[in-house]
Structures are given as C-alpha cells and as structure tokens.
C-alpha cells in the first residue's frame, strides 16, 4: 500500500546535537513538507519541495535544514541552532496542482534531554 | 498568517449538530480540513476551491464563502468516531502552502 513513512517514531536528543528525522513517501507525489506541532497547537510549516532539488522556507524555517535529492525522500535535520525542539513532527506530501488534500506520515516525537 | 478556528472545543452528546469555523484575514485560493485522532497523523477530510460547491463526506459537510474569507465544517448527527481535533487548513496566493489554524477539539459523548 502506498503511503508515507516516518522514522524514528520517538527521537531523543542530547543538547548541542544535530538530528535528522526521515520521511518517505510512494505515492509518487511532486511535493513534500515539513510540519510542527506543539502540545495544543496547530501545525506550523517548517520547509516545503515542489520539485526535485528544490525547496523553500516555512514560517519557522530556523534552526532547521532540509534536502531533496529524490522524488520520494525529504529528509529534515535539527541543528543545534534550534533552541527548543521538543516537538511532535509531520511530513506531509501530495501532487502538483491545487485539487488535492494532502496525506501525513504518523509523525516523529522528538524530545530534548 | 495562520487562519483563526472557533470554537475551540466543543461537546456534543451522539446525534448532535456541530459547526466549526475558519477565517483567514487573506483572501484565500482553498480551503482544507483535517481530522486529527490523539497522537495520530491529521487524515485529510475534503477542499473546497475557489468557485467550488459545498462538499460532503459521509454526515460531515463544508462551505466556503469567498468574499468573507471564510469556511464553516457541519458535523452532523454526530458519531462517536467524529471525536477529534479538527484543523483547517488555507491557501492564499502561495501554491502548495497550506496555512493551518489551532485547531478545534470535538468531543462526542454516548
């Protein structure tokens, strides 16, 4: 079945590191983002790529990097340069185009300790 | 600009109707709306476009008014299954970058 897959589903950082959160999708979808959740909040939108080798920055795009070096891999690194990460993290994808909803991996719970 | 979601919570015992609304102080392209289980991904309900019709999806419905900037989603005669975080989700002038409000906790009660 197709769909999009994240990984680790729990993450725990030390402080001063560098963690990178994976998401993977094969639905053959053209774009893919990068979204924060805190407790009791909205999403908040991190990175977004509409095409291969490509992106752009969300409202919250600091302390975080991205690449998209393959149609179906957006990979999400938090830098040291984040200064409160603990969040809960979800990658979404859907085609080009503005008809179609979008479909979210079961997310990264990353956790600083 | 995140798009303003109201109410924030409600309680509805089974059976009962429900509206939730969204604003966007931008004029928008579509409108999205999500449904999020506790610790679960959001599960794409339904968009409405710019121009579009009012939408269904099974008892749950959404409308959109262009020229206020807003949508309203209708659960009803709701199921216990309709328990969950309700989100919108807007899209102005930037393609394929959804804006989404704080959310709307629905709790349905036997």
């Known amino acids: 079945d197709g769909g999009i897959t994240q990984s680790p589903k729990y993450l725990f950082r030390k402080e001063g590191q560098n963690v990178t959160l994976s998401c993977e999708q094969n639905?053959?979808?053209?774009?893919m983002y990068w979204y924060r959740q805190d407790p009791g909040q909205g999403l908040r939108l991190i990175y977004y790529?509409?095409?291969?080798?490509?992106?752009q920055k969300g409202d919250i795009a600091e302390g975080y990097s991205v690449s998209r070096e393959k149609k179906e891999s957006f990979p999400l690194t938090v830098t040291s340069a984040q200064k409160n990460p603990t969040a809960f993290y979800l990658c979404?994808?859907?085609?080009?185009?503005?008809?179609?909803?979008?479909?979210f991996g079961s997310g990264t719970r990353l956790t600083v300790v | 600009q995140q798009p303003v979601q109201s109410p924030q919570a409600v309680i509805l015992r089974e059976g009962e109707d429900a509206v939730i609304n969204c604003s966007s102080s931008k004029a928008l392209y579509s409108v999205h709306w999500y449904r999020q289980k506790h610790g679960e991904a959001p599960v794409f309900l339904m968009i409405?476009?710019?121009?579009?019709e009012q939408k269904g999806h099974d008892k749950i419905s959404a409308s959109f008014n262009e020229k206020k900037q807003q949508s309203s989603l209708y659960l009803t005669a709701s199921q216990l299954s309709y328990s969950g975080t309700y989100f919108c989700?807007?899209?102005?002038?930037?393609?394929?970058?959804?804006?989404f409000g704080a959310g709307t906790q629905v709790v349905v009660t036997p």
């Open positions: 409405l476009l710019k121009g579009g």
């Open positions: 989700g807007t899209e102005t002038d930037s393609w394929g970058k959804l804006q």
């Open positions: 979404a994808s859907t085609w080009a185009g503005r008809s179609y909803g979008y479909t």
């Open positions: 639905l053959n979808h053209d774009a």
């Open positions: 790529s509409q095409i291969v080798n490509d992106f």
